[in-house]
T-cell receptor, first 120, second 113 residues
Framework: GAGVSQSPRYKVAKRGQDVALRCDPI?????LFWYQQALGQGPEFLTY????????KSGLPSDRFFAERPEGSVSTLKIQRTQQEDSAVYLC??????????????????FGPGTRLTVL | AQSVSQHNHHVILSEAASLELGCNYS??????LFWYVQYPGQHLQLLLK??????LVKGIKGFEAEFIKSKFSFNLRKPSVQWSDTAEYFC???????????FGTGTRLQVFP
């Protein structure tokens, strides 16, 4: 596709509900990233995939957060039993890099519009 | 801890004024540096990036940034701002052997005609 797309753009959940956020990366992009952006803050890293492999999930704030990318393209970020502190914009980004050789040359991450999650 | 600091949280300028937004990072090794911009209602877009070579980097829309290794800085500059530059600006860094971006808290720029 022309860019990274995310759905839904807005999600309102009651505390305790499960939510699933979808990311469609740029076609052919190997790497996919999830970030969380709280109000008034910069994005914070959550997790990273290279193809279908989740290589880094050090930023996931709790075991209620789970991400997958089963076929190496579309990714889903799932949040179980949502809490008010989960309210934020969830950003997805993709990049063409996938190997150490390529990293220095093409490391730009392209961001989607984000999903604004509000937990009541 | 690895971090990126942006000192200016909110900057207000008149059109044609010069702009400089500060950015400092805390890594000691090789680092790649970026400035992203988020216009109202739009997604994050890359303004410019530094990987290696010439420390003065030119980006889109007349922006530039200078990497000063001794000061751990990567300040963003524009000689003459326009109303359309009103946006939030984020500095970010990636360590050479990782892939995750570490962002600063952002600077909100308002330009008045």
């Amino acid at each position: 596709g022309a860019g990274v797309s995310q759905s839904p753009r807005y999600k309102v959940a009651k505390r305790g509900q499960d939510v699933a956020l979808r990311c469609d990366p740029i076609s052919g992009h190997v790497s996919l990233f999830w970030y969380q952006q709280a109000l008034g803050q910069g994005p914070e890293f959550l997790t990273y995939f290279q193809n279908e492999a989740q290589l880094d999930k050090s930023g996931l704030p709790s075991d209620r957060f789970f991400a997958e990318r089963p076929e190496g393209s579309v990714s889903t970020l799932k949040i179980q039993r949502t809490q008010q502190e989960d309210s934020a914009v969830y950003l997805c980004a993709s990049s063409a890099t996938g190997t150490r050789v390529e990293r220095g040359l093409r490391r730009e991450q392209f961001f989607g519009p984000g999903t604004r999650l509000t937990v009541l | 801890a690895q971090s990126v600091s942006q000192h200016n949280h909110h900057v207000i300028l008149s059109e044609a004024a010069s702009l400089e937004l500060g950015c400092n990072y805390s890594y000691g090794g090789t680092v790649n540096l970026f400035w992203y911009v988020q216009y109202p209602g739009q997604h994050l877009q890359l303004l410019l990036k530094y990987f290696s070579g010439d420390p003065l980097v030119k980006g889109i829309k007349g922006f530039e940034a200078e990497f000063i290794k001794s000061k751990f800085s990567f300040n963003l500059r524009k000689p003459s701002v326009q109303w359309s530059d009103t946006a939030e600006y984020f500095c970010a860094a990636v360590r050479h052997n990782t892939d995750k971006l570490i962002f600063g808290t952002g600077t909100r720029l308002q330009v008045f005609p």
